[in-house]
């Protein structure tokens, strides 16, 4: 399994803290940043100034199964910014995003540098229903980052159902275990329901069931799903399409106040560079498929 160059960990390091032990985290559970991310970047004698990654995405969108681009871990050396590093490094990863993927996704909270590289802000929905209390409460096993529950999620992830077909993801865990530690630290919102053979990632804010995610391969009924997680809510908000429930959910549009109001303060807008057509208005990339 390829390793991560030191002095790229330094980088990211001085940029975001959290980072370098989080994909140091990830390769001892088997799943290696360094495999799926192609860096590009500026060094200064030994010293690596300045880094954009691209990750290859596999999505399903508007039913087709595809091979995107996603833009990540964009940063400069606090003591070498503004001399054009970020950018000059953004047109390469382009020019070898753009022989490969006819679209490139990316988050972010500046999407005015992005909209410099022909990037445009894509509207975004989560999706609710009220619903009734489940008779059973019973939230499933909460996973560790144990190698038996890195094993468990491996084997889910290779064989993952996408939670739509409208928009959902094929990837097969890394960028899902990178966003789970970044994130939260740890599995502890992972939640695996033997009965079902998913793993949910969720948790309840007052008496809303945020549901961030389905692991299986295949996404079960509502009903069935609320159940096995047995929280005692009135309402479902979904961070991905849940057009496989067969419900009626309202979109609503998602912002970083929204997503403030239910306990999330890492909010990052989508932007895309190419087509993003899904065949409906109100869609949503999976929020642990975002990197």
């Known amino acids: 399994m390829p390793s991560i160059d030191p002095r790229l960990l330094t980088l990211l390091g001085r940029v975001w803290p959290t980072i370098p032990s989080v994909i140091v985290r990830a390769d001892a559970l088997g799943f290696s940043w360094a495999a799926i991310s192609t860096p590009f970047v500026h060094r200064e004698g030994e010293r690596m100034i300045a880094h954009v990654g691209v990750i290859e995405l596999p999505l399903v969108i508007g039913g087709r199964q595809r091979m995107v681009g996603s833009i990540h871990a964009v940063c400069t050396d606090p003591e070498r910014r ?8 953004m047109e390469a990863a382009l020019a070898h995003c753009r022989v490969r993927y006819g679209t490139v996704v990316l988050t972010t909270l500046i999407p005015e540098f ?6 445009r802000t894509v509207a975004e929905h989560a999706f609710t229903r009220p619903v009734s209390p489940p008779e059973s409460a019973g939230p499933g096993r909460a996973l560790t980052t144990t190698p038996d529950d890195a094993r468990l999620l491996r084997r889910l992830l290779a064989r993952r ?11 097969t865990g890394t960028v899902f275990v990178f966003a789970l530690l970044l994130g939260w630290g740890d599995f502890s919102r992972a939640h695996y329901h033997a009965g079902l053979d998913v793993v949910t990632v969720h948790e309840v804010v007052g008496r809303t069931l945020v549901l961030y995610d389905v692991v299986g391969t295949e996404i079960p009924p509502l009903p ?8 005692d809510v009135d309402r479902v908000i979904t961070l991905f399409v849940p057009d496989r429930f067969a419900e009626s959910f309202t979109p609503e549009p998602w912002d970083r106040a929204r997503a403030q109001a239910l306990g999330d303060g890492a ?25």
């Open 161 to 171: 159902a996408p939670v739509s077909p409208r928009l959902g993801t094929l990837e």
């Open 82 to 89: 503004g001399r054009g590093h970020a950018s000059a490094l």
């Open 114 to 119: 992005y909209a410099r590289h022909g990037f």
């Open 224 to 231: 069935a799903l609320l159940e096995a997680i047995g929280a």
């Open 267 to 291: 909010f990052a807008g989508l932007m895309a560079r190419g087509p993003l057509t899904t065949g409906s208005a109100a869609f949503m990339l999976p929020a642990l498929s975002r990197t």
